[in-house]
């Protein structure tokens, strides 16, 4: 085998490694061995950031009917005590979201009261919303395609399987995510700081491993350390990667050397950077994703030497068959500070247009309830954050709730009120890709299925 080809088998064992989770945090962290592709560096400074809810959150009670007629349609539907809570108009017009493109046929539309710090946001101009988007295989796929088993995207209603699907546009065992292929065709614009090209708060993800890039992944403190502190002073961690650099005859020994080499290198560049940076940018008490978001937007204003960035965290138990209006209602007081502070941080950084968010979940939930909660569904409703989305504004399909069976008008869902997507995750991910940087040529290397849709740029985002 030539030293060509063993560089590209390592390559390629080492990014399937990453997107499996089998590694060690520090064999994660290289991007820097990978070979470059080609795109024209940018001027200017973008990141994506990622919100990822594990669990699949249920989007009927996220954004919710407030015109009295499908209101009340929707608290029909739901039963039981899933829609409870979010019974009485008069506070749901406190989170009322009033766009500038009117919503279908005059109806009216309301957050989740937790949620109150986004609609403020919302009345700002720094929130867009994306309704009805989810996994499917083309434009206009129907409700008798579903039952039919026709164009249908692989395992749904499987948590695994859908976040996968989510993140990577293939089932669970997918090795690369689309996050990552966007990191791959920009990576370039980041010169000798490729390595912090993708960056996950949240361990390993799938949505951030590319063909070429490799995410790079932190603790809410900051860069994971290589060498443990019990080993003794810093001065080990440069005598460690000094052995590293004696080199090997074996290829796979001297790659593997280089990834810890590298690894090292990282941490002190990370850590170097952070210093002169507050700890407390945005953080809440008590608030996990508050945690994640902190240190996403530490590494934004330490400046890493990136032109392009790609971030990932998350927050989990979503998954809410029973207790939903108590869960969720925490979940989403966890949500909408958590995000409010993080774009209250990037203001301040000066960077509102530069910096995008956006949610992503397995998939959305059930109208109808099952007593106490609602079970796994299909299309969901999506938050989009910052400086750059169309000002209050909404795209997507809006649920017409007409008190038929599953609560929904039928061609809108696949029963029990489960959504059938509008817009696909292709859809909603190439907006953003293309929003990045990301040249309408190289948009078919990160969404392989793009040509199956009507819509590679939805509108939600300004240049």
């Given at each position: ?12 064992r ?13 064999a ?48 029909a ?12 108009l ?29 609609s ?51 089932a ?26 993708c ?20 603790s ?10 019990v ?9 460690l ?34 210093q ?14 508050s ?14 030497g ?25 979940l ?17 950084m ?83 890709a293309?929003?990045?940087?990301v ?8 969404f392989?299925?793009?040509g ?12």
């Amino acid at each position: 085998m030539s030293h060509n080809a063993s560089k590209r088998e390592f390559l390629k064992r080492a990014s399937a490694i990453a997107a499996t989770g089998v590694a060690t945090p520090w064999a994660l962290n290289l991007a820097s061995l990978a070979a470059s592709s080609a795109h024209a560096a940018g001027n200017d400074y973008k990141a994506l950031v990622c919100i990822f809810m594990y669990g699949g959150n249920d989007n009927h009670n996220t954004v919710v009917p407030l015109d009295a007629v499908s209101h009340a349609a929707y608290v029909a539907a739901r039963g039981g005590s899933a829609g409870i809570a979010l019974r009485d108009l008069n506070a749901l017009r406190a989170t009322a979201v009033v766009p500038n493109n009117p919503w279908t046929d005059g109806r009216e539309m309301a957050l989740h009261p937790q949620l109150s710090d986004l609609s403020r946001l919302f009345d700002a101009g720094q929130l867009s919303l994306v309704m009805n988007a989810g996994p499917l295989m083309k434009s206009g796929t129907t409700r008798d395609d579903f039952k039919n088993n026709v164009n249908m995207p692989p395992k749904l209603f499987s948590h695994n399987d859908q976040q996968s699907v989510w993140q990577a546009g293939a089932a669970e065992g997918a090795n690369q995510g689309w996050g990552g292929r966007i990191g791959d065709m920009l990576m370039d614009d980041n010169g000798s700081a490729s390595s912090f090209t993708c960056i996950s708060a949240a361990g390993n993800a799938v949505y951030l491993a590319g063909r070429e890039v490799v995410q790079y992944q932190v603790s809410t403190d900051g860069a994971i350390p290589v060498v443990n502190p019990v080993l003794g002073s810093s001065d080990a961690a440069v005598a460690l990667r000094d052995i590293m650099g004696l080199g090997s005859a074996n290829y796979f020994d001297a790659g593997h050397a280089d990834l810890a080499k590298n690894a090292i290198l990282y941490e002190g560049q990370v850590t170097a950077a952070l210093q002169p940076v507050s700890t407390d940018l945005c953080r809440i008490k008590d608030n996990s994703l508050s945690n994640q978001l902190n240190i996403v937007a530490r590494l934004i204003k330490a400046n890493l030497g990136t032109k392009r960035q790609v971030f990932f965290v998350s927050l989990g138990g979503f998954d809410h068959h029973d207790g939903l209006l108590e869960q969720q209602q925490a979940l989403m007081a966890v949500v909408g500070p958590a995000m409010a502070k993080f774009q209250q941080a990037i203001d301040g950084m000066g960077l509102s247009k530069q910096v995008t968010t956006f949610t992503a979940s397995d998939f959305g939930r059930t109208l109808t309830s099952n007593g106490d909660g609602s079970d796994h569904g299909w299309g969901s409703h999506h938050m989009v954050m910052g400086g750059s989305v169309k000002p209050k504004s909404w795209v997507g399909q809006l649920p017409i709730f007409d008190g038929s069976a599953g609560g929904i008008a039928q061609h809108q869902q696949v029963g029990n009120g489960r959504l059938l997507p509008y817009h696909s995750v292709e859809e909603y991910g190439a907006t953003f890709a293309k929003w990045a940087g990301v040249t309408p040529s190289e948009l078919g290397s990160v969404f392989p299925n793009l040509g199956a849709f009507n819509t590679p740029d939805l509108g939600f985002l300004l240049p």
